[in-house]
């Protein structure tokens, strides 16, 4: 029996990646043929994290590798999902869940920083942009729909044709450049296929929606001097309502004496209801109860039909929740989903439909000119598509509808009293009598995006050895490649034209003959009439009942009439391109005494990025009927960046008394961005070995990240973010019937309340009436943005203690600091608020130089601020710390062997400081670890069984604990702590003392499976993902991080139980 080491061993290595999941510390080559076994051992190889070609299989840097056939047994059929798993990936993600307002708002919805639909990875929790993506070692353009895409989306790449996944969680700035701060994920697609391979993927959750359906075929051939591979696969999957998984907006509270958990429907944006003036009806609140009605026309002194206060809305809650008081005044309808918007929240996606369709191909040739140097020409060029059309929350209209409009004469002209004043009459559209406003959700009207994308890659280069004996004998190399990459999108969604929306209601009146019009009139000025050309304005009736209800998956809609007249589409087209040259040789320069050869790596690198975002004129201008305008100006500009950069790897010691490995690898990199200057950035890693099966490294590095395209060209987008972020808002602090505000659950500080005044908001009286969106400006910032730059502190100690046939047993440590400084941030429109108000008195935050002020011309109820500005800013420090800790077990058997692994990711800091300032909640620092999408630990764990023809396969991941996110609990006033513990938000029998349900559970997911495989041409897997059906963390809704209470963008599974099967034929 020969003792061998897995850092040297083929076969061990291959038992490594087919059987683990995660492998912590051993590496592929980049190409890899199974008949040169014998000469691997000497073989130089590049592995990502250098471009040095090094002799052997483990790498001084931490990483990852991820096979796809280990993904797949799992039930995993894309990219991203693989990624999506990983102890490294921390920080809230964008996902296929991530819905922008979270449920706080259902105001027109801006798209994240990926676009419509994208799907992005980002490590150590520091974000997407700070994640670097290679495809075969070479950077991956962006692409996306709607407003400023910056990276890659991570769901287009077709599985089958992927080799494996390979993640750096070291500083790579100095290697590959900017974008590389927190890691590098590398792609590695299959290198050659002989022969032809279908596979078919299925999955069918036990809940409704869901389902996925995948084939895939890869094909290819070698020759003497080519190989080529050719593949393409084709995805669907089915939509998941947020309805199919909950039942209903929820609010959950804890009783501070008993510790009981009321768990109720709660939701706080009316629905089917019109806000009219007091002094008519007692009440401004009325709604829509078909059959009943106790309100009377003041014009007329007719009943209403239809029409009610908020005492006619039935009691649907106590036989639903028996711990559920009488509710009185507008509890009523918070309490009962028919008269808010509950039900159209639930029939938005949870999970969105997507379809998607690629094809990829590479080749090499080895031309006979060429044979004497090893040249190699390759390619790969890839064309990928999505198409999804995904449905958000249906956003509220409230058309105002006056009591009393004007009346024509026979000559068409507006009658006048004699004191000059316009003949006014009452509205026939307006039952109501008194000005009012109807607010409801429309199913003509919901906020449903078509998207379809196309991404073009090609990529080509020449490598080879470098001709001269002394080149020859020092094995030096050659490589140089070029590549483009175009992502083209669009995107449409229906909006109502507010130009013809304010031609129906404003210009409404009665003719002579009492018949209902509106429009302007067109008169010609000229005999020849000019281009205009008049639209016939269509009368509106807003009370009509259809507008109203819900029932029959219908929230009311609007007649053809009105909908063709309303109803417009606003369209979005982007291009984002990528054209990248690169160069670099690389050799030994000398060898040591005792020691290995000295390596060196030279290379240039020259990069253009270009992005066009347009958008139609109703879009550019703010032409649409929302809470805010939805405004998008246009996003265009680019981009170049040139680089020198260098490497040379120092083995002073080989296998030698006390010193197994001694080697100390340097990088450095020059970079010159054409809009923001130039910078240097280095890195400096010591390995030390003093044996064969221990080892230490300790690496230090820089990066230099300028401002991405989106940072720095991103158009005015104007979305819009709930009242409720106005601390000044008094809405949370009333009682009562009719609701009156309550001193004695106010949490707000004498700082807040003050400066709420100072500001010009009555903080006892704003959002009484009301919750009005704040328009949110977010825009690029190429004249005011620095670079961002940091330092990264990477320790890692590996071990193989055991190693021989029968019993394998590996492990490492690593230990991580990453800080960065000027860090590109957009912070949140509620973040900037509460830091304005909360901060300092007097209003002395520099928080409040991005808050707008407020319309003195308004009522103390509804003087919201009109403006937040959460454009891109440069915050003070950013720090990620933590450590990864894998381990591996390995048996071997007769006739079975047995694989475990485990890895995890202690978070130990995840700070931000934006200001530092000593009068601040720890000098200004906020540590978010614990937090939403931030928990302390994540830990993946499998465990495979091979048993000759099957293979038995487990695989784990839990997830930490984690709550809101609270700055200072000593000081906080925040309804989720226990001592801040006061009333319900509903009337909950014997008055209980409560707080509410911050605090998202921890999560452990399991999946099972079973592959045969009979015969190298046929193999078959099924199992079930999430076998326990574990349900995501429930928190109360609306703190951010959920949808409806559900938590979603932190890892939790949003399908449940999936039961999948999959196979493969190769012929």
Not at 359 to 378: C, K, Q, R, V
Not at 452 to 473: C, K, M, Q, V, Y
Not at 623 to 632: F, I, K, N, S, Y
Not at 738 to 747: E, F, L, M, S, V
Request: aromatic fraction near 8%.
């Amino acid at each position: 029996m020969r003792e061998t080491t897995f850092r040297r061993s083929l076969a061990a290595l291959a038992v490594a990646t087919s059987c683990g999941l995660l492998m912590p510390s051993t590496l592929y080559a980049q190409e890899q043929d199974p008949e040169r076994e014998e000469s691997l051992e000497t073989e130089k190889i590049t592995v990502t994290g250098s471009r040095v070609r090094r002799d052997e299989f483990a790498s001084p840097s931490p990483i990852q590798v991820i096979s796809v056939d280990d993904a797949k047994r799992a039930g995993i059929t894309n990219v991203a999902d693989m990624l999506q798993r990983i102890s490294l990936v921390n920080g809230t993600q964008i996902d296929n869940t991530i819905n922008t307002n979270s449920g706080n708002s259902n105001a027109t919805e801006a798209p994240p920083a990926g676009g419509v639909g994208s799907v992005n990875v980002g490590l150590r929790g520091l974000g997407a942009e700070r994640t670097l993506i290679l495809l075969n070692g070479t950077r991956l353009g962006a692409s996306g729909v709607r407003g400023a895409p910056s990276q890659p989306d991570m769901s287009l790449i077709p599985l089958e044709m992927v080799e494996r996944v390979e993640v750096l969680s070291d500083s790579a700035s100095a290697v590959y450049g900017a974008d590389a701060v927190a890691g590098v994920i590398n792609i590695i697609l299959k290198q050659s296929f002989d022969g032809m391979q279908i596979s078919a993927d299925v999955s069918a959750p036990s809940d409704e929606g869901g389902e996925e359906r995948q084939l895939s075929f890869v094909t290819g051939g070698e020759g003497e001097r080519f190989k080529f591979i050719f593949g393409g696969e084709f995805y669907e999957r089915e939509r998941i309502s947020l309805g199919s998984r909950i039942d209903c907006i929820r609010r959950r509270e804890i009783d501070v004496d008993t510790g009981e958990l009321y768990d109720y429907c709660y939701n706080g944006f009316p629905d089917n209801a019109v806000l009219s003036t007091t002094a008519a009806n007692g009440s401004s609140w009325n709604f829509y109860t078909p059959g009943q009605s106790n309100l009377t026309n003041p014009l007329t002194g007719q009943p209403v039909p239809n029409f009610s206060t908020s005492e006619n809305i039935p009691d649907v809650w106590s036989e639903r929740f028996p711990f559920l008081g009488e509710q009185v005044g507008l509890d009523r309808f918070r309490a009962n989903p028919d008269f808010n918007d509950n039900n159209d929240r639930l029939a938005s996606d949870l999970v969105s439909p997507v379809t998607r369709f690629s094809l990829m191909s590479s080749g090499t040739y080895f031309p006979e000119w060429g044979e004497d140097h090893n040249i190699a020409i390759s390619f790969d060029t890839s064309y990928f598509h999505r198409h999804l059309t995904n449905r958000a929350s249906t956003e509220q209209i409230y058309p105002g509808v006056p009591a009393l409009i004007p009346q024509e004469n026979e000559q068409g002209n507006i009658m006048l009293n004699d004191d000059g004043t316009r003949v006014m009459v009452p509205n026939p559209l307006n039952p109501l009598g008194t000005d009012a406003l109807p607010i409801y959700t429309i199913d003509n009207k919901k906020q449903t995006r078509d998207v379809e994308l196309d991404h073009f890659r090609f990529n080509t280069g020449i490598s080879g050895d470098l001709p001269g004996e002394w080149a020859r004998d020092n094995f030096w190399t050659f490589n140089v490649n070029f590549s483009y990459d175009r992502g083209d999108g669009a995107a449409s969604q229906p909006l109502i034209d507010e130009r013809n929306f304010i031609l129906t209601l404003e210009t409404l009146r009665l003719d002579s003959d009492g018949n209902l019009k509106c429009g302007i009139p067109i008169i010609a000025n000229n005999p020849w009439g000019g281009i205009i050309s008049a639209q016939d304005c269509v009368v509106v009736d807003f009370f009509n009942t259809g507008l109203f209800g819900n029932s029959n998956g219908s929230t009311g809609a609007l007649t053809d009439a009105a909908a063709d007249y309303l109803i417009g589409e606003r369209v979005n087209r982007t291009v984002v391109t990528q054209s990248l040259l690169s160069g670099y040789v690389s050799g030994e320069l000398f060898s040591f005494d005792n020691g290995g050869a000295a390596s060196l790596v030279l290379g240039v690198e020259a990069r253009r990025d270009e992005i066009d975002s347009q958008v139609d004129f109703l879009g550019a201008n703010g032409l649409l009927v929302a809470e805010d305008p939805g405004t998008e100006g246009i996003t265009a500009g680019s981009r170049t960046i040139n680089e020198v950069f260098g490497e040379l790897s120092l083995p002073i010691f080989r296998e030698v008394d006390g010193a197994h490995d001694l080697t100390v690898d340097l990088a450095l990199r020059y970079t010159d961005e054409s809009n923001f200057g130039s910078e240097s950035t280095e890195r400096v890693r010591v390995t030390y070995a003093p044996v064969d099966w221990v080892s230490f490294s300790a690496a230090y590095g820089t990066s230099f990240r300028t401002p991405n395209l989106r940072e720095q060209y991103l158009g005015d987008q104007f979305g819009g973010e709930s009242g409720g972020i106005d601390p000044c808002n008094a809405s949370p602090y009333l009682s009562g019937s009719p609701p009156q505000y309550d001193p004695t659950i106010d949490t707000r500080s004498q700082i807040i309340l003050d400066n709420c005044e100072l500001s010009g908001a009555n903080p006892f009286v704003l959002g009484t009436t009301g919750s009005t969106n704040i328009p949110v400006r977010v825009g690029g910032s190429v004249d005011t943005l620095l670079p961002e730059t940091s330092d990264q502190t990477t320790l890692t100690f590996k071990a193989t203690p055991i190693s021989n046939e029968d019993v394998s047993f590996d492990f490492s440590v690593t230990y991580f600091d990453i800080e960065i400084e000027n860090t590109i941030q957009q912070q949140s429109a509620a973040f900037i608020m509460t830091r304005c108000f909360e901060d300092l008195p007097g209003l002395a935050s520099p928080f409040c130089n991005n808050v707008g002020p407020r319309n003195p011309n308004l009522g103390e109820s509804t003087r919201f601020i009109t403006s937040v500005d959460a454009s891109f800013v440069n915050i003070g420090e950013e720090t990620s710390k933590g450590y990864d800790i894998n381990t591996r077990l390995g048996l071997n058997f007769e006739g079975y062997d047995v694989v475990w692994t485990v890895q995890a990711t202690v978070q130990d800091e995840r700070s931000q400081t934006i200001i530092k300032d000593d009068e601040l909640p720890n000098g200004g620092r906020d540590d978010y670890v614990g937090t939403f999408g931030t928990p302390d630990l994540r830990l993946v764990t499998q465990l495979s069984l091979n048993m000759g023809d099957f293979t038995l396969a487990y695989s784990g991941r839990f997830i930490d604990e984690t709550s809101v996110f609270i700055r200072d609990e000593a000081k906080s006033r925040s309804t989720c702590l226990a001592k801040n513990a006061g009333p319900s938000a509903l009337n909950i029998i014997g008055d209980p003392t409560v707080y509410r349900d911050c605090v998202a559970e921890s999560a452990f997911y399991s999946d099972i499976s079973l592959t045969w495989t009979p015969n190298e041409t046929f193999s078959t897997t099924a199992g079930v993902r999430n076998f326990t059906d574990e349900q995501p963390a429930q928190v109360s809704s609306g703190l951010g991080n959920d949808r409806g209470g559900r938590m979603t963008g932190s890892g939790y599974d949003q399908v449940g139980r999936t039961l999948f099967f999959s196979a493969k034929y190769k012929f």
